[in-house]
């Protein structure tokens, strides 16, 4: 999944010299938090609504409307953007997004293609839609988790019971992140299952790995077994 697919392709920008409230005018009318700062093609800064607050009047409250408002027109985007932006290749995968969002702490990144011009911008929100998606959420089905023992065969022995039973997996993840020695943990995504039979359904699959809990998403059902 790469950051390419992904990323928000419209992007809103400013010069460095207009205005904080032309900043404040964007992020409102196009419901975004952050802007890349261009000199024509060349990304020069980044400026957040965090950046936006921070500038903001320190006495905003003992002014009156027309302080306030010269204060966010005099005030220059160039004094207050992030100069050197953190930037994401439009070619790394979405974790590894995530992993640079995190490191930095920032809510989103300008995306650059091969030549570093802007191509787009990558920010929590699109992470967000990609990891649903990779889950499969939209399906409303059926998540399983579980203890498997790391040997081959061992998910496909988890799945085929699934399918005996009708069930169509949408999504399969695993992860050795807090699992036991010589386990992984599992988790599993499946809809168009015969809720009449899922007990019996479920009590198979205890035959063959340590289940952690099932959340049934269309019947707002879940069940902790850890």
């Known amino acids: 999944m790469l950051v390419k697919k992904w990323m928000s392709k419209e992007v809103i920008s400013v010069d460095p010299d207009d205005s904080m409230q032309q900043a404040v005018n964007l992020m409102k009318e196009h419901d975004i938090r ?13 400026l957040s609504d965090g950046d936006l607050k921070k500038a903001s ?8 409307v027309q302080e306030v408002l010269y204060h966010t027109y005099k005030t220059k985007i160039r004094d207050i953007m992030t100069a050197d932006p953190v ?13 640079v969002l995190l490191k930095n702490r920032i ?43 790391d040997r081959l065969g061992a998910v496909k022995e988890l799945t085929d019971i699934i399918r005996t039973y009708g069930g169509r997996t949408a999504s399969v993840l695993s992860s050795y992140e807090n699992a036991p020695p010589g386990h992984r943990n599992v ?15 479920v009590s198979e699959l205890k035959e063959k790995a340590t289940m952690l809990y099932m959340v049934d998403h269309r019947e ?5 077994y850890e």
């Open 57 to 64: 009047a320190p006495s905003a409250v003992a002014l009156d």
């Open 187 to 201: 988790y599993i995504r499946t809809f168009n299952l015969d809720r009449s039979k899922l007990g019996q359904m």
């Open 87 to 99: 930037t994401i290749p439009v070619d790394q995968t979405v974790d590894e997004a995530a992993q």
């Open 34 to 46: 952050l802007l890349p700062v261009m000199k024509g093609p060349k990304l020069v800064g980044v």
């Open 220 to 224: 707002n059902r879940r069940e902790i």
């Open 107 to 149: 809510a989103g990144a300008p995306a650059i293609d091969h030549r570093g011009a802007v191509s787009g911008m990558i920010t929590r929100s699109d992470i967000f839609r990609a990891f649903i998606a990779l889950t499969a959420m939209g399906t409303r089905g059926i998540q399983f988790a579980f203890h498997v023992k």
